[in-house]
């Protein structure tokens, strides 16, 4: 069975419906993604640091897969929110409701155990320069940014299907940086000045406009299908 990953990035219809969303989404449908095959986990957060590019979401899920055929899984999914087996509530904005799944693109590279928040980059190379993209982030980037105090390593992945996609950003690649900070806003100064300063070399092979990343903090435990 191969491991996937779904990431579904949300916000409530309004702000006075975030009660009424966050039990919907606890009670009613994490539990029912449960019923269908693949999903063995989900953990909520909320985007707790902004850090670039546009965001108009407040939460997201992440979702472990196993499958050994990814397209059975989706195809179910659909199927699932289609005869109402999964019910899509009203109470989620459906302008900004996004979700991409994604396939590992390279083992997690760190110190294991130190994920108290996540780090998301969500991007995209430089048009034709793919190959150099990826030579790039594993070989540079990501020991950069790992070796800011609070980030603690990085596993990246690939995407495998826009799910939904509705701003259309074409981000392809996803990297997720295990973070243990007592202030994100801080941390995110910090990663910002390395930039900044050049001590995270950036490239241009990597399309900065359509480059979006967030902190974000759990919303209650991690829970098991």
């Known amino acids: 069975m191969a491991r996937h990953i779904q990431i579904v990035l949300s916000k409530p219809a309004?702000?006075?419906r975030e009660a009424e969303y966050n039990d919907w989404y606890d009670r009613q449908h994490i539990p029912d993604l449960f019923t269908l095959p693949?999903?063995?986990?989900?953990?909520?957060?909320?985007?707790?640091?902004?850090?670039?590019?546009?965001?108009?979401?407040?939460y997201m899920v992440l979702y472990e897969m196993e499958a050994a055929d990814l397209g059975e899984v989706l195809t179910e999914l659909v199927n699932s929110h289609g005869d109402g087996r999964?019910?899509?509530?009203?109470?989620?904005?459906?302008?900004?409701?996004?979700a991409l799944v994604f396939s590992p693109r390279?083992?997690?590279?760190?110190?294991?155990?130190?994920?108290?928040?996540?780090?998301?980059?969500?991007?995209?190379?430089?048009?034709?320069?793919?190959?150099?993209?990826?030579?790039?982030?594993?070989?540079?980037?990501?020991?950069?940014?790992?070796?800011?105090?609070?980030?603690?390593?990085?596993?990246?992945?690939?995407?495998s299907m826009p799910f939904l996609?509705?701003?259309g950003g074409g981000q392809n690649y996803l990297a997720l940086y295990d973070v243990d900070s007592d202030d994100l806003a801080v941390l995110a100064s910090a990663v910002k000045a390395a930039?900044?300063?050049?001590?995270?070399?950036?490239?241009?092979?990597?399309?900065?406009?359509a480059l979006t990343a967030f902190f974000l903090e759990p919303v209650g435990p991690l829970r098991l299908a």
């Open 86 to 98: 999964i019910a899509v509530s009203d109470v989620l904005d459906p302008e900004t409701l996004t």
């Open 38 to 58: 693949g999903f063995v986990s989900a953990q909520r957060y909320r985007i707790a640091e902004p850090f670039t590019g546009r965001i108009p979401w407040s």
């Open 106 to 159: 390279t083992a997690f590279a760190g110190q294991p155990g130190h994920r108290r928040q996540l780090f998301a980059a969500l991007s995209k190379p430089a048009e034709g320069r793919e190959d150099d993209f990826n030579a790039w982030y594993d070989g540079q980037h990501v020991p950069d940014v790992t070796s800011i105090p609070g980030i603690f390593g990085a596993e990246r992945f690939a995407l």
């Open 195 to 209: 930039a900044r300063s050049g001590r995270t070399v950036m490239s241009d092979a990597i399309d900065l406009k």
């Open 14 to 16: 309004t702000p006075a």
């Open 165 to 167: 996609d509705p701003l």
